[in-house]
C-alpha cells in the first residue's frame, strides 16, 4: 500500500513562494512517474506538472510554467513543488499522485489527500 502525504501549502502574498513536499510510504515510490494536480473552488481538478521516476523529464502546464518547479528525490522518497511568483489565481489545493507519466489524472492510481495553498492579492 502506497501512502502519500502533501505538506508546505499555506498562505502567501502575490508575488511570493512556496514549496511543497509529497513524502510516500513503501518501496515503490521511485517506479513511478509522479504528478502533481490541483483544484480551486468550484472547479475540476487540473494537472500542474510531472516528473519522470528517474527525474530525467518534467513537464508543466502553460499556467506555470517558468514560475513552478517539480523535482523529486528517490533516495527520500520524497518529491517537491518549488512555487515562485505566485498569484491568487493559483489558489487551490494541491494533490501529488504516483502514476504514468501523463497529463490525465486517470493514469496515477496513488493520491495524497492534498494540501491548500492560498495566494492574496
Known amino acids: 500500500q502506497v501512502q502519500l502525504v502533501e505538506s508546505g501549502g499555506g498562505l502567501v502574498q502575490a508575488g511570493g513562494s512556496l514549496r511543497l513536499s509529497c513524502a510516500s510510504s513503501?518501496?515503490?515510490?521511485?517506479?513511478?512517474?509522479l504528478g502533481w494536480f490541483r483544484q480551486a473552488p468550484g472547479e475540476e481538478r487540473k494537472f500542474v506538472a510531472l516528473i519522470t521516476w528517474s527525474g530525467t523529464s518534467r513537464y508543466y502546464a502553460d499556467s506555470v510554467k517558468g514560475r513552478f518547479t517539480i523535482s523529486r528525490d528517490n533516495a527520500k522518497n520524497t518529491a517537491y513543488l518549488q512555487m515562485n511568483s505566485l498569484k491568487p489565481e493559483d489558489t487551490a489545493v494541491y494533490y501529488c499522485a504516483l502514476g504514468s507519466y501523463s497529463t490525465n489524472e486517470a493514469e496515477y492510481a496513488y493520491w495524497g489527500q492534498g494540501t491548500q495553498v492560498t495566494v492574496s492579492s
Open positions: 513503501g518501496r515503490t515510490f521511485s517506479r513511478y512517474a
